[in-house]
């Protein structure tokens, strides 16, 4: 049973806007600390941007920065990617995790403990 699951990918041109939607199970939702990652093909994942539980910090790639903001609501299990001004670049497989530690910024995805099975964002040119 999926405990992770995205949604809100699709096929948008540069400059376009995007939301993604993790809902996970609410056992591990309370988990911690949560993440979006993205991987281009033949690559390994890469980070995108990272909130804490409680939301009071947030962290973002450098390539992503002032284009996209991850937020999360903790009523709903959910967390999101807001993806605006998107470039060809952003073209990806965009994966939603979770880490077990609260309150805490987490950037390698090898300390991540849960992943959902991710969903394809293509901006064409």
């Known amino acids: 049973q999926a405990q992770l699951v995205e949604s809100g990918g699709g096929l948008v041109q540069t400059g376009g806007s995007l939301r993604l939607s993790c809902v996970a199970s609410?056992?591990?939702?309370?988990?911690?600390?949560m993440a979006w990652f993205r991987q281009y093909p033949g690559k390994e994942r890469e980070f995108v941007a990272t909130?804490?539980?409680?939301?009071?910090?947030?962290h973002y790639a450098d390539s992503v920065k002032g284009r996209f903001a991850i937020s999360r609501d903790n009523a709903k299990n959910t967390l999101y990617l807001q993806m605006n001004s998107l470039k060809p670049e952003d073209t990806a497989v965009y994966y939603c995790?979770?880490?077990?530690?609260?309150?805490?910024?987490?950037?390698?995805?090898?300390?991540?403990?849960?992943w959902g099975q991710g969903t394809q964002v293509t901006v064409s040119s």
């Open positions: 995790a979770i880490v077990r530690k609260f309150n805490t910024i987490v950037v390698l995805s090898s300390e991540y403990d849960y």
């Open positions: 609410e056992r591990i939702f309370s988990s911690g600390t």
């Open positions: 909130m804490t539980w409680s939301g009071g910090a947030t």
